[in-house]
């Protein structure tokens, strides 16, 4: 695993993401938030949620194609909170400053265990889930962790390398390999206090209640050959959500968003279409370069969109530095994706 901090380079579709792209930054109270946010803002956003090694920045891959497609895509990094209970008002705090009311998630790993406490204390807001890789209670990762009582006491380094040791390292095929090394080089820019919330969020010993969202509402998208996540863990969500729609990818590994962006991204799609999402690609030469959806005159004086190579305007785009911003209130067809090698059912 080298990652970012080993030297390698980052791939290319991500420099060209980042320089269309705007990373924004609100303050709520004492949290920080750190996210992107594409798309028309008339569509009913998917809100992506990472596991304890990811950033908002894992699932670019999604983000670039979702939304030439016409979807509002938001990806965030989980904030500074100890606790699920500070998690459910943190994110409710964050939806309003948006003036988002209802949300569509995709959560990965831990992202999906907060999904779906999310979704329990606020069913209201929550429309649809896809959960992938993910679990419904913590204590087994209690166990696995006796010094979690020291967790803010422990260095980075050691926090990052007990982490990693999560990950499965090698040999891998290119593309997972690839997302590893990805991901590995997003751990390396995460600050003690980041690791250590996070870690704590995924031992602070709790379950996942029952959920007003019907069955029908919810897509379970798993890789079949391995994650960090133990099977006993993944039978207990089948059990739970009986009439979850499952989409099983053969491969992939535990970041199949990266690994496998062109199945993920399709049977998001056919999510997002089954529980009523309608996209608007007819916005999607309007992109402004702050991801809104542009009019007639942003389109005529060449505004930012995935269709423009990063030169086209004069300019490094966007991305080169983030924004900061305050508390305040983004047709399915066959040949849109490559027929993926897994099964949905």
């Not at 509402?217 to 996540?229: G, K, R």
């Amino acid at each position: 695993m080298k990652g970012a901090g080993g030297g390698a380079a980052a791939p290319g579709d991500y420099v060209y993401f980042k320089s269309v792209v705007p990373l924004h930054k609100i303050s709520i109270g004492p949290k920080l938030w750190r996210y992107y946010d594409f798309g028309p803002k008339v569509v009913p956003p998917l809100v992506c949620i990472p596991g304890i090694a990811g950033t908002a920045d894992v699932y670019y891959k999604q983000i670039m194609s979702l939304c030439m497609k016409g979807y509002r895509v938001i990806s965030i990094d989980v904030p500074q909170v100890w606790n699920h209970h500070e998690w459910i008002h943190s994110f409710e705090k964050f939806l309003d400053s948006m003036n988002i009311h209802h949300v569509h998630i995709y959560g990965t790993s831990l992202g999906g265990f907060l999904a779906q406490i999310f979704a329990q204390h606020r069913p209201r807001r929550v429309k649809s889930l896809v959960l992938s890789n993910t679990f419904l209670e913590t204590h087994k990762f209690a166990a696995a962790m006796p010094w979690s009582p020291v967790v803010n006491w422990t260095p980075s380094f050691l926090l990052k390398r007990y982490l990693l040791t999560g990950i499965r390292d090698g040999p891998h095929e290119p593309f997972i390999a690839d997302s590893v090394d990805f991901v590995v080089g997003q751990v390396e820019t995460l600050s003690r206090d980041d690791l250590s919330s996070r870690l704590m969020l995924n031992v602070n010993v709790a379950s996942v209640g029952s959920l007003m969202l019907p069955d029908s509402l919810i897509t379970i998208m798993d890789t079949n050959d391995y994650s960090a996540v133990p099977q006993q863990l993944k039978d207990q969500l089948y059990e739970r959500y009986p009439a979850a729609r499952r989409a099983v990818l053969k491969t992939g590994g535990d970041f199949p968003f990266l690994s496998r962006p062109d199945e993920v991204n399709l049977y998001l799609q056919l999510h997002l279409r089954r529980v009523g999402v309608e996209p608007r690609p007819d916005l999607v030469q309007g992109f402004t370069q702050n991801g809104s959806a542009g009019g007639s005159k942003d389109q005529r004086e060449g505004g930012d969109s995935f269709g423009d190579s990063p030169g086209d305007n004069g300019h490094h785009g966007i991305g080169a530095s983030d924004h900061d911003v305050q508390y305040c209130g983004s047709d399915l067809h066959d040949s849109d994706e490559p027929i993926p090698t897994s099964t949905i059912y």
